[in-house]
């Protein structure tokens, strides 16, 4: 096994079936040319009656309520690059054999887990609306000969036994060529290599030697092999616009599909994913959303980016859709001994990923102090996926009242007599100042054009409690209560 060939056949109406839900489990035909002269080129199981070559007018007429569609590129260039996403996790080494084709190099892989790998790959492209076929062999061309012959895979050992039965069109004989041989009587490949290659040469030239090798399966070439994908992003028009959230689902789905195939063919994973809404009135809605768990799983970005697009209102109807993955290695951590894992892990970062959709990502995760001398600095870290053990306690314990902080403070008018609060007026605070401590002034990053400036006090006031109030930027806040 040293080559695959993934093939999918009736590639353009697949590829059109896939990017159009409304055409899911209906009678449906590609056809070419216009007025008289189409012709169908592709048609659905659903069209019963219906095969390639037919008169579009008779189609109908066999047919009735079958849907004729031309073919739509842009579709067939998405689902090949998800043929060929699908085909760089087999192997690095990949050629873009043709529409809906491609050959991967196996060799040097191992054999059970490529099977393995092959057979979840087709599960995953038939859920996609792209089923393939896929064969594989000792040569590239036993390979392809193999995926026109899979349901879904097939593996091919010993050559001459599974190409003795095949019909000789697999050979692609020439018209003179297939003219002749029927003649002699013979149908298939067996019956082509039970003569000898030396009396097929004598009777039929050079290119019935070619022949001869293409039906014993010994023709052997170099692949042209293609890079894989550098940048893992997509972008999709809707004619007419939109106006909900159900068709911006479908596509986001589809195209979600080929960017996590890329990245894992390429090794990565997704750590941030970044969704672009461009409106009709040429303006556009930008988000983009840390993802709670670097991965490649498509159900999990379908639930951040939905329950984003569940709360979106935008003023114009939505015309495209750009989607990019900011790619990632895919992060490795040794648990320590006596850590505890989250129990539901998926549900806890599901949650985390809907919170974060609507009070916004800096707002979600544990909070972490910067290495600054300003008071309260902090920025918000993605949680850790372990509960690390209790810190031993302090050698010396903490005294004295606890300052619980209001976030946000509080605005506050104060007025000073002598250089000290002497009375606080505001929305949710008001009173004489019995006593007050302080002033702490700090101040720092003064070589930066955000440098800051703070002077922090304590006070009681007449009518009970003591609060923290601190000036900066010449505005008062309340940053707390001490209990």
Known sequence: MNYAVLLVPDFALRALQRSDPSLAGRAVALVAGEGRTARVTEASAEARGVAPGLAATLAMSRCPGIVLRQREPESEVEAHRLLLAAAFTLSPRVESTGSGSCTVDLRGADRTRTEALMRLRAAELAASGLPPRIGAGATPLLAAYAARCAEPVLVVDDAAEFLKPLPLSFAAPAPGQEAILRGWGIMTLGGLTALSKAEVGARMGSEGVLLWERAAGETNRVLRLVEPARSFAAQWAYE??????????????????????????????????????????????????????????????????????????????????????????????????????????????ENLARVAAIVGDDRVGTPELLDTHRPDAFVMRRPLESVTPRLAEPVHPACGPTLRRFRPPWPVEVSCEGGMPARLEGGRLEGRVRAALGPWRASGDWWKPENWEQETWQVELSGGGIYQIARSAGAWRVEGMLD
């Open 240 to 349: 007419p616009p939109v106006e909900s959230t159900e068709p911006l689902l479908f596509k986001m789905r589809r195209f979600a599909e080929r960017i996590a195939l890329e990245l894992r063919g390429a090794g990565m994973v997704a750590e941030k994913l970044s969704l672009t809404l461009l409106l009709e009135d040429e303006t556009d809605h930008r988000r983009e959303f840390r993802l709670p768990e670097p991965g490649a799983d498509v159900e999990g970005w379908l639930r951040v980016l939905g329950g984003h697009l569940a709360t979106v209102r935008t003023e114009a109807r939505v015309t495209g859709v750009r989607l990019v993955a900011a790619p990632a290695r895919p992060p490795e951590m040794q648990e320590g001994l006596f850590d505890t894992g989250l129990r539901d892990g998926a549900s806890f970062w």
